[in-house]
């Protein structure tokens, strides 16, 4: 059975878009099913704003695992992560822009997660996964 992955990412602007669809194929070569709030509601002036937070709710809370994308997170990423966080989700993340300060609590998110559950590259990224899926399990403390 494949392991379901929330794409927790920021959506504002072309490139950070393009860096979703990126991650989205890593993430099918290495054999995960990837949920895409994007795909799923797409964003736009007419999307409601309650059912964007329905729906981005259930989709965190029916997934195996979140990835979190941190180069620039706005609320919405931020949120998502949190109830990601919550409700014991493992996290993954994604983090090429050190530059970027993410504020003290997702910081320490980013600082307390293992290193094998952290990546600055998407080789790296691609090199991680592939490892947790390879160990088949879901470990917390990993």
């Given at each position: 059975?494949?392991?379901?992955?929330?794409?927790?990412s920021?959506?504002?602007?072309?490139?950070?878009?393009?860096?979703?669809?990126?991650?989205?194929?890593?993430?099918?070569?290495?054999?995960?099913?990837?949920?895409?709030?994007?795909?799923?509601?797409?964003?736009?002036?007419?999307?409601?704003?309650?059912?964007?937070?329905?729906?981005?709710?259930?989709l965190?809370?029916?997934?195996?695992?979140?990835?979190?994308?941190l180069?620039?997170?706005?609320?919405?990423?931020?949120?998502?992560?949190?109830?990601?966080?919550?409700?014991?989700?493992?996290?993954f993340?994604?983090?090429?822009?050190?530059?970027?300060?993410?504020?003290?609590v997702?910081?320490?998110?980013?600082?307390?997660?293992?290193?094998?559950?952290?990546?600055?590259?998407?080789?790296?990224?691609?090199?991680?996964?592939?490892?947790?899926?390879?160990?088949?399990?879901?470990?917390?403390?990993?």
């Amino acid at each position: 059975m494949s392991l379901k992955v929330f794409l927790n990412s920021p959506l504002s602007h072309i490139a950070a878009q393009t860096l979703n669809r990126k991650i989205k194929k890593i993430l099918e070569e290495e054999g995960f099913i990837c949920i895409m709030p994007q795909d799923i509601l797409p964003p736009g002036r007419n999307t409601d704003s309650i059912e964007v937070l329905r729906q981005n709710f259930e989709l965190v809370k029916k997934c195996d695992i979140m990835l979190s994308i941190l180069d620039a997170p706005g609320e919405g990423v931020i949120f998502e992560l949190g109830v990601a966080y919550a409700l014991g989700k493992p996290i993954f993340a994604f983090r090429s822009d050190r530059q970027s300060y993410l504020g003290k609590v997702v910081e320490g998110m980013w600082l307390s997660l293992p290193e094998s559950r952290k990546a600055k590259s998407l080789d790296e990224l691609k090199s991680k996964l592939r490892h947790f899926h390879e160990v088949g399990g879901i470990s917390l403390n990993e």
